[in-house]
């Protein structure tokens, strides 16, 4: 968390689906934070994931930020493409004695684990920890935590503590499927883009201290965090493709951004309701104010 590091944020979409309202808004507020500070801003496909991604999905979110007139630097990378990073990471880890196999199926730790995780699911309780139980085989790697507290202070959400033996428990960097973990792909993928500035959904600020402590074990500087309110429904449950967010109308998108500035706290003024795209990005990159960005994690917007 240096001053002195240039800024260099990004914005991470996973192709699970088209680009709806809730990305847009993280695409927004991230994209704003970091031009109108000089700063550089990447794109990054989250699909290391690959069961969940959707065909097609990957060129469509890039059409639609297109449309939308995002501009990005650099090439836009791919997690896919990315298993000799991420098993590169996995392998330092090990050596360090900081990863661990384990062998342990879901329903061994259904019927073992004592307390949930933070954000849902069971706490892991360690049981590989101190090394395979006798004829067992490794399915998955775990990285050891410490119920220590892992802090940092959010830009937006403020300070965020957590104890994460007690609140996650050692977590997995390689699923028992072979594929790398969200956690490990987010932070190695951060610290090899030179990312230094992360503004996203509030959605994820539960796995920033994991994140944080991950990028300790493998000595990467830390970025500085902007965890943005994500839009819910009327029942309170985030807007995403599971709660079937309307893709976003490309030939509606000067009022998507204009909607999504609203959601942002920004002050648009009545005049741009007929704007084009080039016009409400011209406002809000000279008018950008993230102090009046609301700071509660959650807003609910009514859906069409
Ligand atoms: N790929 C994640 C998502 O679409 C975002 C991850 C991140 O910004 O760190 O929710």
């Known amino acids: 968390m240096s001053p002195t590091l240039p800024y260099r944020g990004r914005f991470a979409p996973s192709p699970t689906g088209p680009l709806h309202f809730g990305s847009l808004?993280?695409?927004?507020g991230s994209y704003l934070d970091a031009r109108t500070q000089g700063g550089e801003w990447l794109v990054r496909m989250e699909d290391v994931d690959t069961p969940r991604n959707v065909p097609g999905a990957a060129d469509a979110i890039l059409k639609t930020l297109e449309a939308f007139g995002f501009a990005w630097d650099g090439p836009v990378i791919y997690q896919s493409r990315r298993g000799d990073a991420y098993a590169?990471?996995?392998a330092r880890l090990q050596q360090a004695g900081l990863a661990y196999g384990c062998a342990c199926s879901r329903k061994e730790i259904a019927d073992s684990a004592t307390r949930p995780?933070?954000?849902?699911?069971?706490?892991?309780?360690g049981t590989c920890r101190m090394g395979l139980p006798d004829g067992r085989e490794?399915?998955?790697?775990r990285l050891r935590v410490n119920d220590e507290a892992t802090a940092f202070d959010d830009r937006l959400q403020g300070r965020v503590v957590q104890h994460l033996g007690s609140d996650?428990?050692?977590f997995i960097l390689r699923r028992a499927d072979g594929l790398f973990a969200y956690q490990l792909a987010v932070v190695v993928d951060d610290d090899f883009q030179g990312i230094s500035q992360i503004v996203r959904g509030a959605d994820l600020?539960?796995?920033t201290?994991?994140?944080i402590w991950l990028q300790r074990c493998l000595g990467f500087s830390t970025p500085t965090y902007a965890h943005l309110p994500v839009a819910a429904n009327a029942a309170g449950e985030k807007l995403s493709k599971q709660t079937l967010a309307r893709a976003l109308a490309t030939d509606q998108a000067a009022a998507e951004l204009l909607r999504a500035l609203k959601f942002l706290g920004q002050a648009v003024p009545g005049e741009l309701a007929s704007a084009t795209v080039a016009e409400v990005w011209a406002w809000a990159l000279a008018n950008w104010d993230f102090s009046a960005t609301p700071h509660g994690p959650l807003i609910i917007v009514p859906q069409a």
């Open 205 to 207: 600020l539960a796995s």
């Open 138 to 141: 490794v399915r998955a790697w």
């Open 117 to 125: 995780a933070i954000d849902g699911g069971l706490a892991y309780p």
């Open 209 to 211: 201290p994991r994140q």
């Open 168 to 170: 996650v428990g050692d």
């Open 25 to 28: 808004v993280a695409g927004v």
């Open 88 to 90: 590169e990471a996995l």
